[in-house]
């Protein structure tokens, strides 16, 4: 009797161990709409999405071509939806090429009544690749100024180019990151300009330089409670997990980046904090170069992401419709903003369809 008594308390014990990660599932409503779908009559590359909110509306802004990525003939594009994402309007053209440039999508920032979009101009056949960030502005959502480089705190423009929105930090300062030429070096940047379009400065870091490229690429950033600002970066050495640089001196200099715990996919990432300071990041943890399932991880601390959504799985990946250069199957490069209780994000399936998911915790 007593040995059948300790065999029900082991089971008791295994069932409850199984049982806990589960209980870390949080959850929540997930809802998603398609912002653009590829067809015959389209272009069929779609990447580098970007969403943002301003007066009500929310804007989604891609990269875009008839087939292929980063070719010539690459603009973006942008949509909008007035009824919190369940419907968007035909694409149009944010930035097209020019004869000696091609554009891809560089984010949004929102100062007051003002949103700027960034826009990357890739000059056409440089080697190594390399790109300067542009900006235009609006402020009723529909009339765009000219193309203006974005300037540095000398006053010269900005040799790198953006490619995630800039984290404002409670007192106003922007901080975010930039891939430098020659090549892709990446390099955190900070500014106190609230239109986030000149005085920016390269902060002190150090990043492992793997010739056209640094090994740190497409960062992120969120704060922990502490106010130390965590860059989390795709690591190209294909460790399949996210590297890691701090700042506690409001971005002016950050760490030398180590590899972290955190599996990753080897595609960007994203992060940030929802209102509570709650830390969050959306991305692909595969420790493989599937770009699925897409999941969003939650974290008190900043440290222990202990809370997961998962958004979008295998199964409902839809199968690749149209072929072309380095057209990854899967999720690819989600970005999220806040938006009131709201996590919106916008991400490609396939590299050719655009999509949109909304996350009420």
């Known amino acids: 009797m007593k040995q059948i008594k300790l065999l029900f308390a082991l089971l008791v014990v295994i069932l409850l161990t199984a049982a806990t990660p589960d209980k870390q599932r949080t959850k929540a409503t997930v809802t998603t709409t398609s912002v653009f779908h590829a067809t015959e009559g389209s272009d069929h590359y779609a990447n580098g999405v970007v969403m943002t909110v301003f007066k009500g509306k929310l804007y989604c802004m891609w990269q875009s071509s008839p087939k292929d990525e980063d070719t010539d003939d690459t603009w973006v594009a942008y949509s909008t939806s007035s009824d919190e994402g369940k419907t968007w309007s035909k694409p149009a053209a944010l930035a097209l090429p020019t004869a000696t440039d091609y554009c891809t999508s560089g984010g949004w920032l929102v100062n007051g009544n003002t949103l700027t979009a960034y826009i990357d101009l890739w000059q056409k056949g440089l080697e190594p690749r390399g790109g300067r960030t542009y900006f235009m502005t609006t402020t009723d959502g529909r009339t765009w100024s000219q193309l203006q480089p974005v300037l540095m705190a000398d006053g010269t423009p900005m040799q790198g180019v953006l490619e995630q929105d800039p984290y404002r930090l409670k007192d106003g300062r922007l901080i975010g990151a930039a891939h430098f030429m ?22 002190r870091f150090e990043a492992e330089d793997k010739g056209k490229t640094s090994r740190e690429i497409e960062p992120s950033q969120y704060v922990r409670p502490d106010g130390t600002l965590v860059m989390l970066f795709r690591d190209q050495n294909s460790s399949f ?27 960007k990432q994203c992060a940030g904090n929802l209102p509570d300071g709650t830390a969050f990041m959306v991305s692909c943890p595969s420790g493989s170069k599937e770009r699925w399932p897409l999941v969003l991880q939650l974290s008190k601390d900043g440290k222990t992401f202990d809370k997961t959504i998962t958004l979008r799985t295998k199964e409902e990946l839809p199968p690749r419709r149209y072929e072309g250069r380095y057209k990854t199957l899967g999720y690819s490069y989600p970005k999220a903003f806040v938006w009131g209780n709201k996590l919106v994000i916008g991400y490609s399936i396939n590299k050719e369809d655009v999509a949109c998911t909304i996350v009420e915790p």
Not at 188 to 199: A, F, M
Not at 253 to 265: E, M, N, R
């Open 182 to 203: 020659p090549g892709l070096h990446v390099c955190p940047i900070y500014t106190d300009d609230p239109h986030g379009v000149s005085g920016w400065n390269k902060a």
């Open 241 to 267: 997990r996210k590297l890691v640089s701090y700042s506690t001196d409001r971005g002016v200099s950050f760490t030398k980046p180590v590899l972290t715990d955190y599996i990753d996919g080897r595609t």
